[in-house]
C-alpha cells in the first residue's frame, strides 16, 4: 500500500535541545495529522493540518505542512522530560482514504 | 470526554486458540478501527468499520475477522491464534471516516502467542 516515510527513527537530545520529525509522501496529500504515544501509552491526536503550507503551533510544538502537500514536520523547542514519547505522522490521500501511519520517531532525552 | 475502552491489557493465548478482542467507545462514534502495532512498523490497519454490522479490510486482514453487531463494540477476532500474532493490538473509534476526523484510541492488548 501506500507508504510515507518519517525520519528519524530516533533522536537523542539533551534535555533544553530541540527536536524535529519528518514525514515525506511522493503523493500529494489530503491532509495530514500528529500523534503523540508517550512509553507505554496509546497514540494521543496533537493536530490536524490540512491546506498547503499551513503552520500551526502549540506552545513549544510548531507543526507545518510542505507547499506541495507531500511532506510534514514536527519542530519541538528547548524540549523538557514530558515530551518522551514516540510521534507519529498519519496523512491521508484523500478525505475518504483511511489514515495511512508513519513508522514514528522515538525522541529520548540524554540522562 | 471520549473513552476507548478494552477487554484486556495483557493476554497469553496458546498457538490454534480462538482468541476474542473486545473494544467499546462510548461517544456514540460511526467508525471503529483495528490496528496491530510492532516495533519500527508504525500502526497497521487490520480491519474498521463505519456502520453496524458493516466492515472493510485494511492492509492485514489475513488470520483475523472482525464483529459489530452494537455501535458502541467493535470485536477483533483471531480464528487461530498464530505466534506471528504476538502483538500490540490497538482499538480507535472516531467521529467520521476517512482520514479527516481525529481518531480516539484504547489502552490496548498485548497478546502473547506461545
Known amino acids: 500500500g501506500q507508504q510515507v516515510m518519517q525520519i528519524p527513527q530516533y533522536q537523542h537530545v539533551q534535555e533544553g535541545e530541540d527536536f524535529t520529525t519528518y514525514c515525506n509522501s511522493s503523493?500529494?496529500?489530503?491532509?495530514i495529522q500528529w500523534y503523540k504515544q508517550r512509553p507505554g501509552g496509546h497514540p494521543v491526536f496533537l493536530i490536524q493540518l490540512v491546506k498547503s503550507g499551513e503552520v500551526k503551533k502549540q506552545k513549544r510544538l510548531t507543526f507545518q505542512f510542505g507547499e506541495a502537500k507531500k511532506n510534514s514536520s514536527l519542530h519541538i523547542t528547548a524540549t523538557q522530560t514530558t515530551d518522551v514519547g514516540t510521534y507519529f505522522c498519519?496523512?491521508?490521500?484523500?478525505?475518504?482514504?483511511?489514515?495511512?501511519w508513519g513508522a514514528g520517531t522515538k525522541l529520548i532525552i540524554k540522562p | 470526554d471520549v473513552k476507548v475502552t478494552q477487554s484486556s491489557r495483557y493476554l497469553v493465548k496458546r498457538t490454534g486458540e480462538k482468541v476474542f478482542l473486545e473494544c467499546v467507545q462510548d461517544m456514540d462514534h460511526e467508525n471503529m478501527f483495528w490496528y496491530r502495532q510492532d516495533p519500527g512498523l508504525g500502526l497497521r490497519l487490520i480491519y474498521f468499520?463505519?456502520?453496524?454490522?458493516?466492515?472493510e479490510k485494511g492492509d492485514i486482514p489475513e488470520g483475523y475477522s472482525v464483529s459489530r453487531e452494537k455501535k458502541e463494540r467493535f470485536s477483533l477476532i483471531l480464528e487461530s491464534a498464530s505466534t506471528n500474532q504476538t502483538s500490540m493490538y490497538l482499538c480507535a473509534s472516531s467521529f467520521g471516516g476517512g482520514g479527516s476526523y481525529e481518531q480516539y484510541f484504547g489502552p490496548g492488548t498485548r497478546l502473547t502467542v506461545t
Open positions: 498519519a496523512p491521508s490521500l484523500d478525505s475518504n482514504y483511511q489514515l495511512i
Open positions: 468499520s463505519y456502520d453496524v454490522k458493516m466492515k
Open positions: 503523493t500529494t496529500l489530503s491532509n
